[in-house]
């Protein structure tokens, strides 16, 4: 460990001494490179010694070096950091940094700095969480983002955990764009306080899909050296899931497996290391192989063994599975095995999901921040913790999200590359028992609130295929922002969104109605669940599940109006009216 350690104020006796130790440690890279000579050396490190911002190093009590810390009005720069050669290695100048980066965070500006192209320092601040923004044949240069005072971690309401999950960076590459917005990202989870009890990467870490080991493997070590180094491991463990960039074919699954050797080898046979599971005190963190060459490649997944092993833990108080590919499609973009887990897999793929008691499955892949219900079991979708491009534009944003897991649900929040929490959720909700529901008019609708509605009648009888309306916004001079109907012959669940005049409307559909029969069927409008915010349930007893949509956004755009229509649209009781009998309409709001 090193001694104690102190900045100290230089004077101009300190000058001489600290030139040498620079001239000692810098002659051989800056020759390297063509850049020394004794005048040229002096002359630099005069100008930087008189610069305001020049600190003595003192260790109990004795000069070791110098470094500067300068403080400009949009940047903090360090330079001068020079340290006697026997010191190096020794830990100080990490601890040095340390503080200086403490210092540098609450002033909110970003910490820039230049390295000698082909100095070790290199790798020393890549592993603080500096990224390299351009590089020529004499200099680096490097910046650590701003990171700003710390965020408050959510907590658990009693015991529990805390985590942060995040996915598809597609990084690994030094000086590659990735880079530099996946440390954004970075920034912001070093800001929780406190800390993460563990992190859960959910796929596409590096660029990949290269056919050379080599490559693969020297993208995993930046990644994981590099751009994570700044990770202590040891107290902060770090699990992660296959995927497409990564374990793409038989070869990039042996490197995972070589590269994440302290990964539990207890998966099914022939995906030891890939598939995997943790058991952490009360929780159970289950992550499952989506793309296994041994099973087809991408979108199919190993399902016996999955529910072997939550049965083998059926006493977890709490469950989470995490994979790569979404199984529900995210923002629409559908498609089978290579958008989302195959149909062969998926139905018992949930199934097992929702029988054992599973919170939620964790997933990414899709360049999106989604979150959906299914029999009351979270698919919550974080891909874009790196990768900005291809991203629904003013929709979806760089991200990572941070949970915390108690008796009482599952609760997240969602931090951009600033620092700012985007999107909340609290779950399951509690509802009060729909005989308190109140008449519409009674009900207190808004952005910031919950709303729910309940919709009891008898169907029409078979054979009606026209669109039928519960109950439909009133909103004089233009088409209806908010509608809820039934549609087709299979008189099946309809909500339609149109909250900008002259746009599309977008769909959300729910379960078909038995005709001619009764039906009680609640809709929950969450406008912090983004498209998945649209939700049913066929009785206080069943589990919430999201309506099936093709949005990138949700009820968080809808206004809500002050008047409504029930059994037909706003035009009169001639526009799409329900042909069934006995309808009735009652809601609740809750604030978000």
Not at 121 to 140: N, P, S, T
Request: with cysteine; hydrophobic share 40%; glycine share 10%.
């Amino acid at each position: 460990m090193p001694e104690i350690w102190r900045f100290g104020a230089v004077s101009e006796a300190d000058f001489e001494p600290l030139l040498a130790i620079r001239t000692d440690v810098m002659r051989e890279h800056l020759e390297r490179v063509g850049r020394y000579t004794p005048e040229r050396s002096r002359r630099m490190f005069r100008g930087h010694f008189d610069e305001p911002g020049m600190r003595l190093i003192l260790q109990e009590g004795i000069r070791v070096g110098c470094v500067g810390f300068r403080r400009h009005d949009h940047e903090i720069r360090i330079d001068s950091f020079y340290l006697e050669r026997r010191l190096h290695g020794s830990g100080l100048g990490t601890a040095i940094l340390k503080v200086l980066l403490a210092e540098a965070d609450e002033t909110g500006l970003p910490v820039r700095l230049e390295v000698l192209t082909g100095s070790p320092a290199d790798r020393f601040y890549l592993r603080h969480g500096f990224v390299k923004l351009k590089e020529d044949e004499i200099e680096g240069f490097y910046e650590r983002p701003a990171t700003g005072r710390s965020i408050a971690a959510l907590m658990p309401r009693g015991p529990g955990h805390q985590f942060v999950f995040y996915g598809d960076a597609c990084s690994g590459v030094a000086g590659a764009l990735h880079e530099r917005t996946f440390a954004s990202v970075n920034a912001s989870v070093r800001r929780l306080a406190p800390s993460p009890e563990f992190i859960l990467f959910l796929g596409d870490e590096i660029a990949g899909y290269t056919a050379d080991a080599d490559s693969l493997r020297r993208q995993w070590r930046h990644w994981l050296d590099e751009e994570m180094g700044w990770l202590e491991r040891r107290a902060i463990p770090m699990w992660h899931t296959t995927s497409n960039h990564a374990t793409y074919d038989a070869m990039s699954e042996d490197v995972f497996r070589e590269v994440h050797d302290h990964l539990p080898r207890n998966g099914p046979p022939g995906q030891e290391g890939l598939s995997y599971w943790v058991r952490r005190g009360d929780l159970l963190l289950v992550f499952v192989h989506t793309l296994w060459t041994g099973l087809g490649g991408e979108g199919h997944v190993e399902t016996d063994w999955l529910r072997d092993v939550l049965r083998q833990n059926a006493d977890a108080r709490h469950k989470i599975v995490a994979g790569h590919h979404p199984v529900h499609p995210v923002n629409g973009f559908a498609g089978a095995y290579q958008r989302d887990v195959g149909p062969e897999h998926a139905t018992a793929f949930w199934d097992i999901l929702s029988e054992n008691g599973v919170r939620a499955y964790l997933c990414g892949h899709i360049l999106a921040f989604d979150v959906q219900v299914h029999r009351g079991v979270l698919q919550i979708c974080t891909a874009g913790a790196g990768t900005a491009h291809r991203m629904p534009e003013g929709i979806e944003y760089l991200h990572a999200v941070q949970a915390a897991l108690d008796d009482d649900g599952l609760r997240y929040q969602v931090l951009d590359a600033d620092g700012v929490v985007r999107e909340r959720l609290s779950w399951p909700l509690e509802m009060p028992p729909v005989e308190h529901w109140r008449a519409l008019d009674e009900a207190r609708f808004g952005r910031d609130r919950i709303a729910a509605f309940r919709f009891t009648g008898r169907a029409a009888a078979a054979g009606t295929s026209t669109l039928q309306t519960f109950l439909s916004a009133f909103t004089p001079g233009r088409r209806a922002p908010f509608w809820v109907g039934l549609s087709g012959p299979a008189q099946r669940l309809l909500a339609i969104l149109e909250p900008e005049p002259g746009r599309s409307p977008h769909y959300w559909v729910g379960p078909s109605l038995t005709a001619d029969a009764p039906f009680d069927i609640q809709l929950l409008v969450h406008p912090g669940m983004g498209p998945g915010g649209l939700l049913y349930r066929l009785s206080d007893d069943d589990a919430w599940s999201s309506l099936s949509a093709a949005s990138a956004w949700g009820a968080e755009r809808l206004d809500w109006p002050d008047a409504w229509s029930i059994g037909h649209g706003q035009q009169g009781p001639d526009d799409r009216t329900f042909l069934g009998r006995d309808l009735a309409v009652s809601a609740e709001t809750l604030d978000l």
